[in-house]
Every structure is written in C-alpha cells, then in structure tokens.
C-alpha cells in the first residue's frame, strides 16, 4: 500500500500546489490537508454518500469502472461500510480509462435520482470484462432504472461538475491512479486488504477526534 500525506495549501482550491510541490512536502511528511481542499473531497453535494452521512471520518474513494483493482475492492468496501457504523464513504467518479469510462461514469452519477447508485455501482463492476456503454446499460436494466429517465438525467449539469472536478482534483493532489482512498490526512493507492483500510480509517479517526 503506498500512502502520502497532505500538505496544507492556498486559501483558493485552484490554488493548490503542482504535482512538484505535493511531492516535495509530503516528505517532510509534516503538514495537514488544508481546510478547503478537505471540503472539496468530503463535501462536494455532487458526490454519492454511502454508510452513516453523520459519521466521525469520512473516506473518500476515486475509482474507474474499467480499473481491475477497484473491481477487487468493491467487496472490502462493502464490509467495511457494514461493520463501521460511524464511516462516511463519499465516491469520486474518476473515468480515466477513455471513453466507456466516462459513460459509465455519467449513467452512474444519473442513477442517484433513482435512488440506485449503489445497486448500478456494483452491477457494473460485476461485468465481464470491459464495462462498455453496451455493458453499462445492460447493468442499468438488470437492477431496475428507468433507462430513458436515466439517459436524460446523464445531461443534468452536476454530473459534468462532479466529473470535471474529479479530475482537478486528482491532478492537483498528484494522484497516480485508481483505486484512491482518502481519509483524514492520509492517502492510499491500490489494492490492499480489508485490514489495512481499518487501520487507515482508524488514524484518520485518531487525527481528527
């Protein structure tokens, strides 16, 4: 599991550090992620929330219905949400593995107003192989949207922001890929055991009590 901490940033989220400045600080290993930057990432209202919406710490998670390792860790999630009762799970839809990517992102986000994004979000990543456009709508009837509600809903204007801001935010950050989970000031990347995201959700729970 490869981690890093934040650093503390500029007063605007457009402001914060390169890549390069990221890099450099997290060495030192010794500042919190700024207020502002914490905000984006936990409370974005674009953003899908599963577990307890009141909970004590909140772990953020960006991912790509094409990415093989975020596929493994649907089910460690899952358990994790289950046993935690005070985890808060905010999703960041990240597509960056082209363009059936980017659909399945969309028709996800539009599955909120249905009230089934977590049943979508797990029928996609129980497909075979690549999750393309085919793929993702056949998922979509499988748990019972409305499909034409659905495809209307993919237009709305907050699916665009939460995808555009996805990839601001990956990129200010630096983050080198999916599966990404972000909890308090402390960021892990790939896949890793149901252990080792207690034991991140835990600091990050001490950092923040």
């Not at 990415?67 to 799970?89: A, G, W």
């Not at 249905?114 to 979509?140: C, D, N, P």
Request: aromatic letters at 8%.
């Amino acid at each position: 599991m490869q981690r890093r901490t934040f650093i503390r940033a500029g007063a605007a989220l457009l402001a914060l550090p390169t890549l390069g400045q990221f890099a450099q600080a997290q060495e030192a290993g010794s500042n919190p992620m700024p207020a502002e930057l914490r905000k984006a990432l936990e409370r974005d209202p674009t953003a899908p929330v599963l577990g307890n919406p009141n909970g004590d710490v909140t772990l953020t998670e960006f991912f790509d219905y094409n990415c093989p390792f975020c596929r493994k860790m649907v089910e460690p999630l899952h358990q994790l949400i289950q046993s935690d009762k005070q985890l808060r799970v905010v999703f960041r839809e990240w597509p960056v593995f082209g363009d059936d990517s980017d659909y399945a992102a969309r028709l996800s986000l539009a599955s909120l107003k249905q009230r089934k994004y977590w049943q979508l979000h797990t029928a996609m990543f129980r497909t075979r192989g690549r999750v393309t456009e085919a793929a993702a709508l056949r998922a979509a009837r499988e748990v019972g949207l409305d499909i034409a509600q659905l495809e209307r809903d993919m237009a709305a204007p907050e699916v665009d922001k939460h995808i555009n801001s996805s990839h601001m935010l990956a990129d200010h950050m630096g983050l080198v890929g999916t599966p990404t989970f972000i909890a308090g000031d402390e960021g892990a990347f790939g896949e890793y055991s149901l252990s080792d995201m207690r034991e991140l959700v835990q600091r990050a729970r001490e950092t923040t009590s």
